[in-house]
């Protein structure tokens, strides 16, 4: 039987309502004299004295976290007349108009507020500010309070709650962009470059931090402005840029990392920077573990221990009990294939375990090999690795005649012991991300998927589960060690004591899988950023080493309340999490007074 139905015309949307209710007008210009307020406040003293760090005593010249209210207001400030739709502003705001200001504002005002109550705190009182605070305090919350009483960026739907704070997130959403006009080569290839480069210098700015309270100030105007500049709808068109020229980006991210080295005048900041390589990478090896065959390994740091040891027992340390100097590029190839060994070793009979009892193996293995290296000692067992104290003094490298532990002028600019050791690591990263791109987009990538997703269909199917099983354990083991070869020689010894499940300081498994979850399980970005966030926030904050687990736990709560599937999501991961009602195809609605035919019954 055919039915013939008519599809008849959509009742009228309800307008976007805004949170606290005022007229737009009044609220946009309420918006708009915060702003200017926040940011002129910054150009006054803050505080009378310079016992606070930064200086903030100076009149008509921003420094410290002044500068940070300073961007939040001026970047407000341009989102709102975006959003006013003055000319030349319009490219600001191809998604949300009124959102991103929201979000700004908030920024602005967490930054000042949580300024104001350090220095309060620091000085001993709220008498120690000078009118410069209290006008970018005043400033910042008019700011908020207009941006609030701006309508919502879209319509609220029967799955939006009545309650506050549900309407107070609402007003934070935004509509996806429409398709940007396609533009020439050239100019897109410029936009890629330009993103990249703001990104190295944003990084830059936060690793250049002298001082905690600028740090956190700074991690409060970066969490809100980039919030802001994704519900703009910015971050979507750029991402759709880096998809159309994948070459360009790779090349564009190398170049940006190439830069940074360079870019730094203290060497332990370039140290920082070379150490967040290398656990990125070792992340990056444990996402294909993890990420990509779906194996929960909780002992992943002792690969990176094999790596290490393996290089360090070949490299010429006077303390090394084998007496060989290996060349670099055989100590390298050793430690991987002793690694990759290793792998093949343990992966072998544990891998016909899934699930948790895989993960409780898997961490047996890591705590085994720290005891085992501790043994190794000439009392306990044979004389190895020199028990607890380690392998000391690795020599440095010397390839081709360059030592890696001197410092070279290169086009004018000082490169460091840091510096070499960082571009080292950074040839490293690329060909852990060649290979990991590579794998997953081959078959072999597309079968640990298929495993990850479902093993006993997968196997049904004909896929030899444990075989590829193995591979991705190897495989994930062989690129720890590699890491490894490189973190021996940058940090001078190895202990076993620096390759545990979890502890203060880095590395250690929770660690890894920390940021391969936290950054986005299956993708190249992911653990590259989860790495670097969670190791340069506790080498910044050092207040945090003995609440970093506790901190490691929340940030993961959070983020699996919010954005289960990280940072960084892949397009089935964003299906998975965010179920939209839909099948495969959007829904389609026929045109108004359009006719359609569909068979009844079943």
């Known amino acids: 039987m055919t039915t013939i139905t008519k599809n008849t015309p959509a009742a009228d949307t309800p307008a976007p309502a805004s949170l606290l209710p005022l007229p737009s007008t009044a609220a946009r210009i309420t918006a708009l004299a915060g702003s200017v307020l926040a940011l002129a406040g910054t150009f006054l003293a803050w505080t009378w004295t310079d016992e606070f760090p930064g200086n903030l005593t100076v009149t008509g010249y921003p420094g410290g976290l002044q500068v940070l209210t300073l961007v939040g207001s001026a970047l407000a400030l341009l989102f709102l007349l975006s959003g006013h739709g003055v000319k030349g502003l319009g490219w600001l705001t191809p998604g949300g108009t009124n959102s991103p200001v929201r979000l700004l504002s908030l920024g602005v005002l967490g930054t000042t507020g949580y300024a104001i109550g350090a220095i309060s705190t620091t000085l001993g009182g709220l008498v120690n500010l000078e009118p410069g605070a209290w006008i970018s305090g005043v400033g910042a919350l008019l700011a908020v309070i207009g941006a609030f009483g701006l309508p919502a960026d879209q319509p609220a739907d029967e799955d939006t709650g009545t309650s506050t704070w549900a309407r107070f997130r609402h007003s934070l959403t935004a509509p996806r962009p429409p398709r940007a006009k396609e533009l020439s080569s050239w100019a897109e290839i410029l936009i890629i470059i330009g993103a990249f480069a703001v990104g190295l210098y944003v990084f830059v700015y936060g690793i250049d931090t002298d001082y905690a309270e600028l740090f956190i100030g700074f991690l409060i105007t970066v969490a809100f402005g980039f919030t802001a500049i994704n519900r703009a709808g910015l971050v979507a068109r750029v991402s759709a840029l880096t998809a159309k020229h994948r070459t360009v980006t790779m090349g564009a991210a190398f170049a940006a990392a190439i830069c940074f080295p360079f870019s730094q005048s203290n060497d332990q900041f370039t140290l920082i920077g070379a150490n967040i390589l290398i656990f990125a990478t070792v992340a990056l090896g444990l996402n294909v573990v993890v990420g990509l065959a779906g194996l929960l390994d909780l002992g992943y740091v002792a690969f990176l221990g094999v790596g290490a040891y393996t290089a360090a027992l070949v490299s010429g340390s006077p303390q090394s009990s084998i007496g060989v100097h290996f060349p670099f590029w055989l100590a390298v190839l050793t430690g991987a294939a002793v690694s990759l060994l290793f792998g093949v070793v343990i992966g072998a009979p544990t891998l016909r375990l899934r699930g948790d009892y895989l993960a409780i193996v898997t961490l047996g293995f890591g705590e085994i090999f720290r005891i085992t290296m501790n043994n190794l000692n000439g009392n306990s067992g044979p004389d190895i690795t020199n028990g607890a104290q380690g392998v000391p003094n690795i020599p ?12 070279h002028a290169v086009g004018g600019f000082d490169l460091t012991r840091s510096g070499n050791y960082f571009l080292l ?95 986005g399980m299956g993708t190249i970005g992911g653990p590259l950023i989860g790495a670097a966030l969670l190791y340069l926030i506790p080498a910044k904050l050092q207040f945090m080493q003995d609440y970093q687990l506790l901190l490691f736990g929340v940030a993961l709560i959070v983020l699996m309340r919010f954005r289960p599937e990280g940072l960084v999501a892949d397009r089935r991961k964003q299906l998975e999490f965010h179920e939209t009602g839909q099948l495969d195809v959007p829904d389609e609605k026929l045109p108004d007074g359009a006719v359609g035919i569909t068979k009844a019954g079943a």
Do not use: C
């Open 396 to 407: 440095d490298l010397n390839i081709f005649g360059f030592d890696f532990g001197l410092t």
């Open 425 to 519: 690591m950074l040839l490293f990263t690329a060909v852990v991300v060649l290979v990991f791109r590579r794998s997953a987009d081959s078959r072999i990538g597309r079968a640990w998927v298929a495993i990850r997703e479902d093993e006993t269909a997968a196997t049904a199917m004909g896929i030899n589960g444990f075989r590829l099983k193995l591979l991705a354990f190897a495989l994930g083991a062989a690129l720890a060690g590699l890491a490894g070869t490189v973190q021996a020689h940058l940090g001078y010894s190895v202990t076993p004591e620096q390759y545990q499940f979890a502890g203060s300081v880095p590395p250690n498994s929770a660690f890894l899988l920390a940021a391969v979850i936290l950054g």
